[in-house]
């Protein structure tokens, strides 16, 4: 059995690691489920900033992953949201090479769907890329795809995180106001969707050095994957002006190239497995021990009903693990649990959620803090 996080989170697998904290594949004891975690230090301050950020954008959409509960122990913050079996789009193009325009289409059209409940909530995404674009695993059939990772997210209202000066996004998805540091705006997230509609139909990841995308890169004659890389020229046009004025407008235009009902290309074979089949529990290994919730300063407590928090997504990049898969350890000091908080759709007060999340802080220094 792999290490139990506040008495009811197991770490099963690591699925990524990155600068801004670990992903692991998770077994949720309170009821059984196989979930998907991120994992930060509480003593790196920006990351949990973004943990914040994320925690106040909850938005619950078929093509978004929306996040579920989260816990503290020790110097750790864990937040929960749904496993996507069939990885990333990412790894799809590395297993597949280019796409089918078929394909292409329908996953663009998913994405642009989640972006509009995205938008509708006032929030500019700033990091559409294949690796946050994530799969159920269809096996032979057609793909379902939900956007995930808000963690640089930004409300289009709400104060900057960073310094005008600083960049924030991913290098080769990134519209070039952006890249001048420019505040959010919907149409970037056009933008970098472009970019990743011409990574599904080539194969190749998108330059860093040259904005928008060189049609000419299509060297075939097919009217459908011209016509398409015709609209995602449009889509990472230089001038935001020029761009799809959203993503219903993007979806529209999209919709009228006719592209998801096409025949299967000649020797088209893709197959989106299920990453985590091998992923075995054994459920004989876990004996839970009734504990009567306590406060940091060892009374008892009485779990909350509502809680202003919402839960939780954060984003990953290279860099090394920061947590080790070593023995199982057991937590007995006291532990803080309230219930997770009402559904709640688009934005909250992000202040309210910085300094509830101070306060929290200030209790994991005690035990263990749940919330879902």
Not at 1 to 9: I, K, L, Q, T
Request: net charge negative; with cysteine.
């Amino acid at each position: 059995m792999g290490e139990v996080f506040a008495g009811r989170y197991e770490l099963l697998d690591p699925i990524a690691m990155g600068g801004m904290g670990t992903v692991w594949c998770i077994l949720d004891r309170s009821d059984n489920q196989m979930k998907a975690a991120k994992i930060l230090r509480q003593s790196d301050a920006a990351s949990l900033l973004r943990f914040v950020r994320e925690q106040s954008m909850r938005i619950d959409h078929d093509h978004v992953v929306t996040p579920q509960s989260w816990a503290g122990m020790d110097d750790r913050v864990l937040f929960t949201m749904p496993l996507m079996r069939g990885g990333a789009v990412s790894g799809l193009l590395k297993e597949q090479g280019r796409l089918p325009v078929r394909w292409t289409a329908l996953l663009l059209d998913q994405t642009l769907q989640a972006l509009e409940a995205v938008h509708a909530a006032d929030i500019v995404h700033r990091d559409v890329k294949p690796a946050n674009l994530l799969l159920e695993p269809t096996g032979a059939a057609m793909p379902h795809l939900r956007l995930t990772d808000f963690g640089i997210a930004a409300p289009l209202d709400e104060p900057r995180m960073t310094r005008a000066s600083m960049v924030i996004g991913s290098p080769g998805y990134m519209a070039p106001e952006q890249w001048r540091g420019g505040d959010p705006d919907f149409r970037s997230d056009i933008y970098s969707v472009g970019r990743v509609g011409f990574e599904m139909l080539t194969g190749d990841r998108p330059s860093t050095e040259t904005p928008g995308i060189d049609v000419d890169a299509i060297s075939d004659d097919d009217p459908h994957r011209r016509a398409l890389v015709e609209l995602l020229a449009v889509a990472t046009d230089e001038d935001a002006t020029k761009r799809p004025t959203s993503a219903t407008d993007f979806r529209e235009r999209l919709a009228a190239l006719s592209l998801t009902g096409l025949a299967p290309e000649p020797g088209e074979s893709i197959f989106i497995r299920d990453h985590f089949a091998d992923v075995r529990v054994d459920q004989d290994q876990w004996t839970a021990t009734p504990t009567t919730p306590v406060t940091a300063g060892g009374t008892p407590y009485s779990p909350a009903t509502t809680a202003p928090f919402g839960s939780a997504g954060q984003q990953t990049t290279a860099n090394p693990t920061m947590l080790d898969r070593g023995a199982p350890t057991t937590m007995h000091r006291p532990h803080h649990v309230a219930h997770q908080p009402p559904e709640t759709t688009g934005r909250s007060n992000l202040t309210a959620l910085v300094m509830l999340l101070a306060g929290v802080l200030c209790l994991l220094g005690a035990g263990v803090l749940i919330l879902g």
